[in-house]
């Protein structure tokens, strides 16, 4: 099966990922099957309540609004009550106001759809970049074709009220949601596009199957009936964490039926049994076929954490606030405090790349929460705080790369210095993937930072983390010889353009020239070991664009390594394809030698995979399979690490 750039490159798992199409990316890297194109892309935030949605194919994991599912088309026959005149309506306002801010996008008035935003959100998404949000959207899902449903729901967080005003919009390749969010003054404060998922009446029917691409992978299909009768259909890849990926067309007749996703680039084509309880059929994506079952059944298959703290606990849990105020970014997160006496050692926790939550939440597991659980009950404080723009956390007025994060790190340590329950001298960083990067950057920042623990973290370069990273996962995924190559050189390509032209409209318009101009050249075979299509490819060149993303590909991370003096606990799982341990640990090694550094240690953690999960394979799509959230064996290594150096006295 081929493996594209895409479906390696910029994924929202943990890094986990994906991030969103348009926001920064992760490192993460996701299976190469079914995810491409559609995702939930955050344009823009300010203050406004945020809860989990996940996100398919996209670089992180989009925090969002409740989008509980699309508004009834407005042709729709509407029932009227016996007995009693039907009147009309009242036409909601703030519906009107979103179908009218739509309605400038679509016709690209950006200036004056700008001016609809609150203060941070003009800040965060002014016309200039409104624009080429809206170009990149119509990139990739095609040009806009008309609005057709509208539906709002009202919803409360912080004290304030929202509305999400969601208008359901028709575009060549698909019908996406634009989700357009007002505050209480009537100023736009979040804009979110999503695909649409039709809105059913009556029950569901559920079907489950199981798809075996190298890697195995759990398919729920959700049947349903349309206000007008029609069959409407949409998915959950369960072991990728997405769920409510629409079909565009669904139809069941004569005792077959058949499923179509044009940005995936997917068809389903199946026979119902006489039993009406299965399907056997075949799923077709790009060149790949293959064979796929479905089964009835009642309800969703359960998901089992047992590694998820329950109460009561034997601590405390605070939640607050604080502030990076040069940023002007309000940060939430949780305490955890032993119930002894302190003062205690703490340690701030960091998560990986794309917008996460203070529990880095993946699949429904929680390594944050585990690991701030387990150290807690050891006599260490745990600090572990939202990500900008998700859960209470702000988003600031720019998209933030890895030294802008730094910066809230840097916040986080003061405000644990003037906490009663920490011992000032002993609060130390944890970071992982692209969290083990910020870490040791702090730590030469500041010299309150009394240790460092990097759990995935990288020695070298984010583009060469891409290069060996998107490589193993293809490998892993049955990909060999000519799909590595051409993976390989689609990659140099595309970097190599933006690494040398900073100007990001500019950069877009070389890689959509260059990937077009070479593909041209590309025999049948060699356009199929690349799995996508040149116009597929350059529509997603400007998220490639972003400053973070620009910041990763360049930054080295190893003469930070050479400058760190406090103890350093470096951890890698043997089976990590995202951040390679026979890439990273032997310069780490050679780094911490050279500059005689007083007090370190380094693992290769076997069985672990990225998220230090004990794995078979280490391939992204075990993430979500795999019950337990983080090793034991590794929480004791860093609690043991942590203790033996900055346990408090008795």
């Known amino acids: 099966m081929s493996h594209s750039l895409f479906r390696g490159l910029i994924h929202g798992l943990q890094s986990s990922i994906p991030h969103t199409l348009i926001a920064r990316g992760r ?20 203050a406004a309540p945020t809860s989990t949605h996940p996100v398919v194919g996209s670089a992180k994991v989009a925090r969002e609004f409740a989008a509980l599912g699309v508004g009834q088309d407005d042709s729709a026959p509407k029932p009227a009550t016996p007995d009693k005149p039907t009147t009309p309506e009242k036409p909601d306002k703030t519906e009107v106001a979103a179908k009218g801010f739509v309605e400038l996008l679509t016709k690209g ?45 009202t919803t409360k967080a912080n004290g304030k009220e929202y509305k999400a005003v969601f208008v359901t919009c028709d575009f060549e390749k698909g019908p996406l949601d634009v989700q357009v969010v007002y505050a209480a003054n009537g100023k736009v404060s979040g ?49 990728q964490g997405q769920k409510g990926i629409p079909f565009d067309t669904a139809t069941r007749e004569n005792g077959k039926v058949k499923f179509m996703a044009k940005a995936l680039n997917a068809t389903y084509e199946g026979t119902v049994n006489e039993a009406g ?19 009835l059944v009642d309800a969703p298959p359960q998901t089992n954490r047992p590694q998820l703290p329950k109460p009561p606990f034997p601590y405390k849990a605070i939640d607050l606030e604080y502030e990076n105020a040069a940023e002007g970014i309000k940060i939430a997160g949780t305490l955890t405090v032993p119930p002894e006496a302190g003062p205690h050692p703490a340690v701030l926790l960091i998560t990986g790349s794309g917008s996460q939550d203070r529990d880095e939440t993946i699949f429904e597991h929680k390594p944050f929460l585990v690991l701030a659980d387990y150290l807690t009950r050891r006599g260490i404080v745990v600090l572990r705080v939202d990500d900008r723009g998700v859960g209470g956390t702000t988003k600031g007025a720019v998209e933030a790369t890895s030294a802008d994060l730094a910066g809230d790190v840097r916040c986080g340590v003061e405000f644990l210095k003037q906490r009663p329950e920490v011992d000032p001298a002993k609060i130390g960083l944890m970071g992982h993937s692209e969290g083990g990067i910020i870490a ?65 409209d500019k950069a877009v318009a070389a890689i959509q020239q260059n990937l077009t101009e070479w593909m041209a050249t590309l025999d049948d075979e060699s356009k199929q070991a690349l799995g996508e ?27 930070v390594l050479k400058k760190i003096r406090c103890p350093l606990l470096v951890l890698n799982g043997a089976k990590d394809l995202q951040v390679l341990p026979e ?24 069985n672990l995979n990225h998220l230090f999960q004990t794995s078979a394979t280490g391939a992204v799509a075990e993430y979500g399979q795999i019950e337990e959230t983080f090793a034991p064996s590794a929480l004791k290594l860093v609690g043991d690490w942590i203790t033996k150096r900055f346990a408090k006295a008795s």
Not at 117 to 138: G, N, R, V
């Open 27 to 46: 490192l993460a890297a996701c299976t190469p099957l079914l995810f491409g194109l559609i995702g939930s892309v955050a344009l823009a935030q300010s």
């Open 440 to 504: 040791p950057l702090v730590a030469t920042q500041t010299p309150d930072v009394a240790f460092v623990v990097m759990l995935a973290g990288t020695s070298v370069t984010g583009e060469q983390v891409l290069y060996e990273q998107g490589a193993a996962i293809a490998k892993a995924s049955g990909a060999a010889g000519k799909a590595l190559a051409m993976q390989r050189e689609l990659q140099q390509r595309m970097f190599s353009v933006i690494n040398a032209e900073p100007d990001n």
């Open 109 to 153: 008035e950006f200036e004056k759809a700008a001016k609809n935003f609150d203060e941070t959100m003009l800040k965060a998404m002014p016309a200039p970049k409104l624009k080429q949000t809206w170009s990149s959207i119509e990139q990739q899902s095609g040009k806009f074709q008309k609005q057709r449903a509208i539906r709002s729901e």
């Open 583 to 606: 890439q990273n640990l032997p310069l780490i090694r050679e780094a911490l030698a050279e500059s005689k550094h007083p007090d370190y240690e380094i693992h290769e953690l076997p």
């Open 533 to 559: 299509s040149a116009e597929t490819l350059s529509g997603q060149a400007r998220r490639l664009c972003s400053p973070w993303f620009r910041y990763f590909l360049t930054y080295d991370p190893l003469p």
């Open 277 to 295: 309880t299965e399907i056997e059929g075949e799923w077709k994506q790009g060149p790949g076929k293959f064979p796929l079952k479905f089964k």
């Open 191 to 239: 804009l979110f596009v999503k695909p649409a998922k039709p809105q059913t009446v009556g029950k569901e029917e559920l079907w489950l199957g199981e798809l075996d691409a190298g890697v195995k992978l759990r398919i729920l299909v959700h049947l349903g009936k349309t206000v007008d009768g029609k069959l409407a259909a949409s998915f959950d890849s369960l072991d």
